[in-house]
């Protein structure tokens, strides 16, 4: 089972930007399906977005779409998401997950979680 870690969360103001990574460790993600997801206070955790095993295909939830980058380097099991344009919208503990199944913005995860980050956008 692969263990993730995730980092780079902080509080921010509206506009800011910030680049979270997911560091895993145990084993190679370089052939999983890798995801970010997100829960705000007294909400559902949500899918945010997903990125192949080549880097080739991404999937963005649509209050994300154009302000959000998933990316990977598998050479350093590491995975991705520079968030842009910042809202208060976007506080929320985001969750790296790994062994994503689904598709556009319908997605399981039968692997791993981390422990999450969180992430707090002042107005």
């Known amino acids: 089972q692969v263990q993730l870690v995730e980092s780079g969360g902080g509080v921010v103001q509206a506009g800011d930007s910030l680049r979270l990574s997911c560091a895993a460790s145990?084993?190679?993600?370089?052939?999983?399906?890798m995801g970010w997801f997100r829960q705000a206070p007294g909400k559902e955790r949500e899918f945010v977005a997903a990125?192949?095993?080549?880097?080739?295909?991404?999937h963005y939830a649509d209050s994300v779409k154009g302000r959000f980058t998933i990316s990977r380097d598998n050479a350093k099991n590491t995975v991705y998401l520079q968030m842009n344009s910042l809202k208060p919208e976007d506080t929320a503990v985001y969750y790296c997950?790994?062994?994503?199944?689904?598709?556009?913005?319908?997605?399981?995860?039968?692997?791993?979680w981390g422990q999450g980050t969180q992430v707090t956008v002042s107005s």
């Open positions: 145990g084993r190679t993600i370089s052939w999983s399906r």
């Open positions: 990125i192949s095993w080549t880097g080739d295909n991404k």
């Open positions: 997950a790994a062994d994503l199944t689904g598709y556009g913005t319908r997605w399981s995860v039968g692997g791993s």
